[in-house]
């Protein structure tokens, strides 16, 4: 009997395939969120749909039951935005990271002598989520909490060098480039020059540019799910550009435990 050619149509293969023992549903769902905070936090239905290959009446569900939940919301053009719900979950993670990073914090101020600071990207700002201070009565400190522009500081820089260089100019072009000092980049292609140098050195050098008179050294944490960095600052004239001879590789050190201990998932 011959058989008859089917004249389904098939959807393409989402981008990744669920592991084995995790919900599917959830993993869309949090993959929708992903893609909308890439996006610079809103999206249309059809531009998930050509990033996820999920069909249009599966993505309507799950932001359909996002919406109820708070997680995202519509707006009068019917694009989606992230939702109010998100900050709460935001800053209760943020807290507990800061609280089981401070200890790294702590020991890698008491070795090198300067302030440590942990921070990540949040809404293509940098937010400071743990500070360790230095024990100089002359020190830097940054309020936990505070967000900074990426451009402009040793940790932003150091986020934006763990991004491709299309995301790098989407953040710049959303929020600016305004120069906190006249050391400030404040020029997009320069900024992505800066960037290649730090992917080939494997650290970021803040030299002024959010405070005069103030340098820092900052270093990616590796693996970690959102792009977070580590850095050690002080005044120039304690912390010239010898000190990151001895400051990089004890920073590197610690964001790799810092990444295994904290970030990197268990089964």
Known sequence: MESTPSTETTQPEPREKVA???????????ELLELMADAGGEAALSELAANTGLPLPTIHRLMRTLLSRGYVRQLPSRRYTLGPRLIRLGESAGRQLGAGARPYLTALAAEL????????????????????????SMRMFTEVGRRVFTHATGVGKAVLAQLPDATVLEIVARVGMPAATPQT?????????????IRERGYAIDDGEQEIGVRCFAVGVPGAPTPTALSISGPSARVGYDFA??????LQRTAADLAKELISPTG
């Open 20 to 30: 084995s023992g995790q919900v599917q549903s959830v993993d869309r769902a949090i």
């Open 185 to 197: 980049i404040t020029d997009p292609q320069s900024l992505l020059e800066e960037l290649a140098k």
């Open 245 to 250: 001879e001895t400051a990089v590789p004890v």
């Open 113 to 136: 002598g300067e302030t440590a600071n942990l921070a990540m990207i949040d809404r293509d700002m940098a937010v400071y989520v743990a500070q360790a201070a230095s024990r100089h």
